[in-house]
Structures are given as structure tokens and as C-alpha cells.
DNA sequence: ACCATGACTGCAAGCGTTTCCACAGGTCAG
DNA sequence: CTGACCTGTGGAAACGCTTGCAGTCATGGT
């Protein structure tokens, strides 16, 4: 393992001008800093991370913090985060943390805090302020994407507003028995999102002056297999059937047109299906949808906090915390039409 | 932030023994070690992770390089090793490399070679003899997922057999007119699974006699969405259809499905298809598929590694690298049945 | 001809741990 | 009673860089 000094000697130089010639530093003469480099490239030296981040203070690392990396949502923000770190140079370190809260605490404790990461960024996952404040002391900053973080910068879309425009676009269409296939509770915990899309729901109907039927309200675990079971079960009730769905995911709402398929249902002439996120496979069902740029999402979290970073806040200065919305736009396909006459 | 000296301070103890403390090591009575852990959780002392790595030479770090996030395969992996890591105790670093070669190299340079990481999972991914010398030269061990690497280790599944015996499958059912979707060209550079699988189909097919039609030797990107476009082709031909397709991941055998079903074709009855994975939505469509367990290959993957740095072979001992093939098992369900008549 | 200026360079002091080594007491067999 | 040993402990040397500081040497204005 070559070390700066054998690459110092090699060159002629001190360490002190190999590391600065190495890392792009300013005063160094074009003829040391080629005699720097080819000495490097002929001995194959790789700096030390350890080393020089324990000298420097920056890691060139950030954490990323997932309920899942399974689902639609958050493999994308994944993409987008990943793609950005990479072409920056940084490392992600990535903590898939599942639903359980159990696992949560100890990857905060044992791992968030140990002052290896420049910054964090947590999906869907609703820190206690405490967990908060206990980042923002180490002087991380810290981004939440799709949560509330009180006192952390935000990206999210307006999941409330959202819902009801989904839900609106069904009722304008003459829609009056209208399900809707939220997240299960134990979803609801951490990621408060499927509660929050619910009440959007909610409002809608309200406002329209429709009746909202317990027994139409179901749940599943945000994939296609468990929306399929829960719209099976409740496309076979044998009483009377809601003529829409508005299922809080994209995956979801495939589930629901998957079952009614299985029911001879057609969509979106017996049952219309509205999704909500801007999946893929979204195109194949035809499938009417919010679409929200969650890569997008990903990407521009982990720009933000390159820039902070980079603009050299050194300590603790976390900026305002910005809370921006996320730009979204209802992409009709064709899984909702009019009712059945 | 306390440092390790403040601890030692409030706890009235060296340095040194705080250390031993801390880190649970021999040779430290009972009450030092008490009393270091109180300060140090008065002080909400966390060791640096940096120093201490410096210092150790561990990391407690592994890499984790993957070609993509989203499909079946490698989030499955991805969350086996995520799980394995983060209850050892050990931190995730992952390199999503994307398809492109481009980034690839990067990921090896700038990353891979920083001395940071422990060990490194590469997921169907081919490096070069070179590239695996270089990180063995590091003393770093590696073990390969799904893809061969000379020198190192390697968890896979018999990817030309199971081929063969899905194949197979079909024939015995008494199938002639096989088609057989396989991956896109672009992603055999890599990860030449695509290949290998096309050639155990090749290879059950002659065995028996058959005849393999190039129409109906088509490819997707491994997606859904890419095998439904691809499988409309096919099926839409026009001239005669196969009776049965063999699909080389149970995504593009769903997608294949779909298609049939917008075809007007019921599947098993006038299609049989074949997929191959134990993707978890397979059950919805009924998949008969050769089930492998990314997640566990993930796992094991994390396992083997952790065990071999624990072992503490400290340095290059790469110890025997194996090969080990993970177990499979042929999953019937209800898209194969015996051709129309 | 002289000094201020600025571009380069090297020395050495950290960065915050781990761990080697020496050493102080206490235990125990001979 | 003594030397061999073991358990705990602290001092201090790494670990491999970054960077503040001071010093060297041309350069150019006056």
C-alpha cells in the first residue's frame, strides 16, 4: 500500500504539495502537480478516505435513510440520490431500515451519529424531534423527503390537495360510489403519508356531499400482490359494488385493475382506477395517475445538500430550513371514464 | 462533540482504558468499565468513526456494487445484504452503477480502491481480471453475486441448467412451438446472464429435437413494461404463435402475460408461459417459475463476508475463494399447462 | 538597486482513536 | 520469603492524511 510519502519521494516533493497538488488545490506549479499525479498513478495511489477525512473534517459521504427499497417510491428516490452522489464524488451509505421501528433507533444511535456522514437524508420517515435536534447538534444537515421533519429542510408534494384532486377528478366525472385503498395502519406509524392521502380523500367526498362507506375503505401494504388481495376481497363483497377506486399508490391501483380483471370487470367501463405516484408499469394499464417525479425527488434532495455543503456552511448553519413543494401533474390514461349508465 | 478524552476525564481513567472499555475488549475491571460507559453516556460520547478506523484499520464498512435498484433481482439482494449488515453492526455503501460502463470505472477508482471498505459484493457484475487484482491486492475480499469472478468468490445459481430444466419443462408438457424472451443485448455486456440462459434454452431445445425459430427469439430490458412491448411483438406476429415462452425473469414472464391477455389469449390454455426468479408477485399471475432467493443470496453473500473478517484473516489470506451454488427450487402454478390441441 | 508582492514549497502540528509497551500491585507455588 | 505470573492501568507512538505558518525565490514597480 503506497502512502502520500512514497508518492512525495517519488516525486521529489513534500507531502505537503503532493496532497495539495492531488486534491486540486490552488498554489501549486503546473510542472509539481504533473510530477505529483504521475507519481500517484505509476505507485497507484489512493488516498486514504480515513485519513484524509479525519484530517479534513469532511467526509464525502452521505446517509440515506429508507423504510424500504422495495417499492416504487423509494427504489426511485434511491435512483435519483445515488446518481447525484456518484457524479459529485460522494459516497451513500444507505440504511434500509424496514418498518420496524425497532431497527430504526439502533441505526440512528449506533450509526447515523458517529460523525462519518456529511449529511442525511430521510424518506418518508418521521423523526422525533429529539432525533432531530440530535443531528442538526452534531452540525449534519439533514433533508427529509416526503415526511414532515420539523426543522429539517423538506421536499414533498402536497399529498393532502393531491388526494383530493384525484378524488375530484373521479367525482367529476359522475362517479358517486367511490373506494379508496389507503396504506395498512401499521404503514401509517413512521410514514404518516397514507393517513394524511385518506383525509384528502375524505375532504373531497365531504365537499361534494357524498357518503363515505366504511366497508369501501380498505387497506393494503402498498404493493400490487397486497392491493390484489385487498381489492379482490373487496370487488367480491357481494353487495353493491363502488363504480371507481382511488388507490393511494400506483402500485396499488395496478392490484385493483389486476382484481377486476379477475371479476370480468372492465376498466374503465365497470370500475374506474385512479393511482397516484407516476409508476412505470402505470403505462401498461393505462392507468390515470398522479405523477410525481419521485427520482426527481431523490435527485434534487441530495443536489441540496451537495450545495450546502459545498457553499462551505461549516457548522451547523443549516440554512433556512426550506420546506418546497415538489412539482406533480395528473396524467389521465384511460382506467377512469364515466360511470356505468 | 466529547471526545474519548473528555470521557476519560469525567470517568477518571486514562485514555487508553476507556478505549478497551468502550469497545468491550479483555483486561478491564468491572468498575473502569462501568464507570467509562456512564460517562460516556452522560456525554453522549459516540466514537469517531473515522479515528477509529484509522487506528484499527477496520471499517466496518462493506461495498455493495450494483447495476440497477429498481428490477426484482437486485433490490431483493440489495435488502438481504442491507439486513445482514445493519445487524452486525456494520455500515452499507452502495454504488449503483447503472448499465453504463461509463460510471463503472469511476465507481472502481475513485471509490472501490480508498481503502474505506471492508469487503465488496459485486452483483452481476463481470470485472476484469485486472480489476479484481487490484482490490484483492488491497486485501479486500470480494465476493461475487450471479456473476462469474475469477479469483474471488462466487454465490450463483446454475443459471444454464435451470434454463434447461424450464425449459424443459415445457417440453415435457408437451410443447413444440417454444419462444424464449431473453434480456436486451445492451445488458449481456455486463452481466452476461442473458446469454447464459439463452444457452441452456438452446441446449434443452436440440436435446429434443426442437427447432428454435429466431422470431421468436426475442429480448427486453428485464422490466415489466419492457417484456409486455416485447411480448406484443411476438404475439402479434401475425404468422404462427408458440404455444409456450420461456421468460428469463419472472418480470418479463408477468409482462408476457399481460400481453397475452390483452391478445385475447388465456394463459395456461392457449399460452403457457415460464418465468424464472420467485418474484413475489408471481403468485398473483400464477408464475410457474424457478424460484431463487435474491434476498438470501444477499444475505449469504453478507454473511461469508463478515464471517471471513471476523475470522480476522487480517490481510490478502482470500482464503479458498468458493464457488457455491445457492439452492433453487421449481415452482408449478397455473401459466404452464399442456399445449392447445 | 531595493523592497513589497505573490507564487510555491516544506515543516510540523494536528485530527481522535487504537494498541504496544512498560509498569505497579497482588497472587501463588516452591 | 522470594521470584514467576497475571490483571489492570497509563504513557505515548502510530494511523495517513490536511493545512496553518513561515520561509524561499522571482518578479516588477519606483
Known sequence: MAGIKDVADRAGLSIATVSRALSGKA???AKSR????????????????????LASGRNHNVGLVLPSVHRWYFSS?????????????YDLT???VGDQAVRRESVLNDFLLRKRLDAVIAVALVLTDDEIQQLLAIHRPIVG???????ASTIRINDSGLSRMATNHLIQLGHTRIAHLTGDPA???????PGIRQAGFEAAMKD?????RPEWQISADFTIQGAYASARRLLGMGTERPTAVFAASDEMAIGT?????????RVPHDLSVIGMDGHELGEVFGLTTINQDARGQGALAARLLLETLDAGTPAGNDGAATDREYPTELVIRTSTAVPPA
Chains 1, 2 share one sequence.
Open 94 to 96: 444507505l440504511y434500509n
Open 145 to 151: 423527503i416526503g415526511g414532515a421533519l420539523a426543522g
Open 34 to 53: 504533473k510530477l505529483a499525479k504521475t507519481a500517484a498513478a505509476e505507485l497507484g495511489f489512493v488516498p486514504s478516505y480515513h485519513a484524509s477525512s
Open 257 to 265: 385493475i389486476l382484481a377486476a380483471r379477475d371479476f370480468g370487470l
Open 27 to 29: 498554489n501549486v506549479s
Open 77 to 89: 428516490v434511491l435512483e435519483g440520490v445515488s446518481a447525484t452522489l456518484l457524479d459529485a464524488g
Open 187 to 193: 404503514l401509517n406509524q413512521d410514514f404518516k403519508l
Open 208 to 212: 361534494a356531499g357524498l357518503s363515505i
